[in-house]
């Protein structure tokens, strides 16, 4: 019961991506063939709000659902790691027509096929815990 505004939170943030045509493979396809704004003008807004959360996060010291403190560590600088991640992470959504937020929404929307993609992300996802020790980071 204590989970309910997360579930709440979820729901609302599904409602949004699909209003918003965040889960539409098409937008999506439009964005990578540089062909609209719409998909740039969704992640934008979602950067800016991510800053200015980090913000309020460390200027009022909020604290987790458990009460622990949000600590923010200084990011190692080496470049290689960000353009490889993001490639990975770019092939997988130009792809699939899907990153994380959208994939699961899309699937709740009805769209079954991805939970192809979804299996494929957790399959991911667990290997990248297997063999984090040995990548570069």
Sequence with gaps: MKFIKFLLLGIVFGVVMAKSEAISWF???EMFRFQA?????????????GVIGVALIKRFKIR?????????????????????????????????GACPGPMVVSIGYGFLTMSI?????????YLYGVFKEKLPH
């Design 117 to 125: 993609v979804f299996l494929f992300a957790i399959v991911g996802t």
């Design 27 to 29: 937008r999506i396809q």
């Design 64 to 96: 987790d659902f458990h009460g622990n403190q949000i600590l923010f560590y200084p990011k190692d600088k080496s470049i290689i790691r960000y353009l490889v991640g993001g490639t990975i992470f770019g092939l997988g959504w130009a792809l699939s």
């Design 37 to 49: 704004f719409h998909m740039y003008g969704i992640i934008g807004t979602a950067v800016i709000l």
